[in-house]
């Protein structure tokens, strides 16, 4: 998320954290197959969004 100026929050159920803090995503505890909201605010919040559809979308490059 450093690469776009708008600020990205991911959260799960009552718990939400910036999506460049690494321990903030942590303390998600998140896992495959959670329902997870992001919410994009500022200016380039539209091509922020797109990068993470297209991160989501390709399984963030990793292998199955």
Same mark, same amino acid.
């Given at each position: 998320s450093n690469? #776009?100026?708008s600020? &990205?929050?991911l959260k799960q159920d009552d718990k939400s954290?910036?999506?460049n803090s690494v321990m903030g995503l942590l303390m998600l505890e998140?896992?495959?197959g959670k329902y997870v909201t992001v919410t994009v605010?500022?200016?380039d919040s539209p091509e922020a969004? !797109?990068?993470i559809e @297209?991160? &989501?979308n @390709? !399984? #963030?490059d990793e292998q199955e």
């Open positions: 690469q #776009f100026q600020d &990205i929050y954290a910036p999506a998140s896992s495959q605010e500022g200016g969004l !797109k990068a @297209n991160l &989501i @390709n !399984k #963030f």
